[in-house]
């Protein structure tokens, strides 16, 4: 009997094992950094921490903290609110220059956006 038991366990503990092996064709690609046009929040930062772009660009920035930050422009031509983590926010620039921009919750986060 005891040998019954033991041999249960072993064949269960394998099929957890398998079934946690399986590929999972669905999930989507990772990257490890953010994609042309975006920012990322993370780590207490906004990455990249510059970023220059062409004239009627959309930069999408997306929050990948844990806690809520803001994507503020320092002289109130974008506000995104408060961003939970995973959300994201978008803002499209029209007008060449250079923006400076912090987390009005975290203000020693900040950031550039440059257009020309």
Known sequence: MKY????AFVLIAIAFAIAG???QDNM???TSSPG???VW??????????I??????MITWTNKDGVAHTVTSNTGLFESGNLNGG???S??????????????????????VIVH
Do not use: L
């Not at 019954?4 to 041999?7: A, F, N």
């Not at 220059?52 to 660009?57: E, Q, R, S």
């Open 41 to 50: 929040i993370q780590n207490m930062a906004f990455n990249p921490s510059s």
């Open 21 to 23: 092996c399986k590929k």
């Open 52 to 57: 220059t772009v062409a004239v009627n660009t």
């Open 4 to 7: 019954k038991i033991q041999s």
């Open 28 to 30: 989507p690609m990772s």
């Open 87 to 89: 959300a994201t926010y």
């Open 36 to 38: 042309a046009n975006e």
């Open 91 to 112: 803002h499209k620039f029209t007008t060449a220059g250079s923006y400076s921009y912090k987390c009005s919750i975290h203000p020693s986060m900040t950031a550039t």
